[in-house]
């Protein structure tokens, strides 16, 4: 695949990496927000969120080979809604919004939600 091939795809590596640069202009957690680790012990998944006045983005990452399940509980954090907002991920489908309790990742997948109070 060349550059006028991935730039006419919108599913292309490189407009995936647009997307996700993109959201760090223009959503103020994950330019400035604070960050918090929500499963530091998981070697397969990075998960945490960005903290940001009243408002939060959750980051969620498969770095393993094997589809996994992210489980986590919000309510520690503050955060009573259990849905998302999808701003990008890699999941061919996906609900809109997506349920907090716990999310399913295909390998080497990745899911970034807009949380709000």
Known sequence: MNLADELKDPDSILNFYKRVLALLHNEPALAEGDYVALNESDPNILLYLRRYKDGAAIVVLNMSGKKQ???????????????????????????????????SLELFSLYIGKIRK
């Open 69 to 103: 399940i992210a489980s986590f509980d919000l309510g520690r954090q503050g955060f009573s809604n259990l849905s998302a907002e999808t701003l990008v991920t890699t999941f061919k489908a996906h609900p809109q919004p997506v349920s907090l309790s716990s999310v």
